[in-house]
């Protein structure tokens, strides 16, 4: 094999390796946000000697930033398993196909950036409160949910900065 | 074919600009005071990470809007333009959806996490933000329309069909 050869074949196996590294990336981002709950219980008084409580639930559909992170989490997902379904089952890319890969990659990496921005942003309220608008943190008594929206979030800003990092390398 | 693309992609830029320059401005002159039960209640955009954010994130691609249309003549900057218009295009999809997600929750409140809404003491302050909120989103769309129509015209060699 020429060098040439050599250096495209390490390229290739460079864009598959990231493009792997970005669907587990969202796709952890997508599981971990979807299965987010967590169910504490207050006692709210005493009737007699039996305390009197409730179970106050925490889950991901409450905010729509939330449902929309989930959304475009799996759809980037989505588009990174048929990008790397397509290399590993060797379909050519000629003609219309080539600039509608392009246009994808583009959608999906600003269809996701937006939905981790969202989120993260919704995340930093909940963990901050904004006493302007008299809105209490809420992370203090549900630290596990708080906690499991960090992570990810941070995952999918890793598949976000890999994706990112993808249409470069053919360019 | 070379005049019809500067065409479009200048007249895609100078939207972009106003719609970034319009929400930027109407973010940071939209101020207001209420009172509630003697207590002085003064809505700002500093109070909010998210509509900071926002702002910033305008800012910076209505600057890089000025400096893609002044370089616009260089054609040795075209690769250059593409990748950063990629960057400027998801700032913009991002700083329009954290200002959103915030704006959502004061507008309508979130009954489980128990915050309110407060468009109801400060409804002109509302009014001004959707105003910026609709021009962002119109910079992000006009934005992301570029992206596409310059993907196009950089890859029509590659095409074996005309389009």
Known sequence: ?171 | MAKIRKGVTLTLRLIALAATVVAVVIMVTSKETARVLNLTFTAKFTHTPAFKYYVVAEAIAGLYTVLALLLASKSLLSRLTLILDLVVAMLLTSSISAALAIAQVGKQGNSHAGWLPICGQVPHYCDKLVVSLVAGFVAALVYLLLLLYTLRAALSPVFAIKP
């Open chain 1, 1 to 171: 094999m020429g060098r040439a050869e050599v250096v495209q074949k390490r390229q290739k196996a460079a864009i598959m390796a990231l493009r792997v590294a970005a669907l587990l990336a969202t796709a952890a981002a997508t599981i971990v946000m979807a299965l987010n709950k967590e169910t504490r219980t207050f006692v709210v008084g005493t009737v007699g000697t039996t305390p009197v409580t409730a179970s106050v639930t925490a889950k991901f559909q409450h905010t729509p930033a939330n449902v929309f992170f989930v959304i475009a989490n799996a759809m980037a997902s989505n588009h990174n398993l048929m990008m790397i379904g397509s290399d590993l089952f060797g379909l050519e890319f000629k003609g219309f196909k080539l600039p509608l890969v392009a246009v994808l990659d583009m959608l999906n990496a600003a269809l996701l950036s937006a939905g981790v921005h969202g989120a993260a942003f919704m995340a930093q309220l909940a963990k901050n409160g904004n006493s302007h608008a008299r809105w209490n943190e809420i992370c203090d008594n549900f630290q596990g949910y708080c906690n499991r929206g960090g992570v990810a979030i941070l995952a999918a800003y890793v598949g976000l900065l890999l994706r990112s990092a993808s249409p470069w390398c053919p360019l």
